[in-house]
């Protein structure tokens, strides 16, 4: 997974493994900014408005972003997921390519990654089966899509 921050190697950037030494780990969790689960208020609304209450539907309630400078970074992460055992891909949503609509995602381009987590520690947990989202994203399209992220909001609702 691509890291970026102070410290995180020459450069300020650095590819880090989760199956990394607990120590290397715990260097790496300061450069992290772990998200939130999805608020039930929202899953709600968007299990209404989106997915016709069909609950099954709903694979972001667990999510977690990683932002790159570069193309090639978010391409050369998509192949590490891709090449990880524990890994398996669910879904993937594109929305990086010039023929999606613009108004539907609020100018937001990035990729979707829904996946399952198959190791040990989750088949013996039974987490198994459990969908979470990954999303890719690259660093300039963020900062420019979060301040209209908000009248989007109020304008999909």
């Known amino acids: 997974f691509r890291l970026a921050g102070e410290g995180c190697g020459e450069g300020g950037a650095g590819v880090g493994s989760w199956a990394a030494p607990a120590d290397e780990l715990e260097r790496m969790e300061s450069w992290i900014e772990w998200a939130a689960l999805k608020r039930p ?7 209404m408005r989106v997915y ?3 609950a099954s539907r709903l694979l972001d309630c667990c999510r977690q972003s990683l932002f790159f ?6 391409v050369r992460c998509l192949e590490l997921v891709a090449a990880d055992a524990e890994l398996r891909i669910v879904r993937i949503k594109n929305r990086m390519t010039l023929d999606k609509d613009l108004l539907l995602s609020c100018g937001f381009r990035n990729v979707i990654l829904n996946l399952r987590i198959s ?30 992220h908000g009248c989007c909001l109020q304008l999909s609702h």
Do not use: F, I, P
């Open 41 to 47: 208020q929202r899953a709600l609304e968007k299990l």
């Open 69 to 74: 400078e570069r193309t090639g970074e978010l």
């Open 52 to 54: 016709d209450s069909d």
């Open 119 to 148: 190791s040990d520690a989750t088949r013996r947990l039974g987490l198994d089966h459990h969908v979470c989202e990954l999303q890719l994203t690259l660093k300039r399209v963020a900062r420019g899509v979060v301040l209209a």
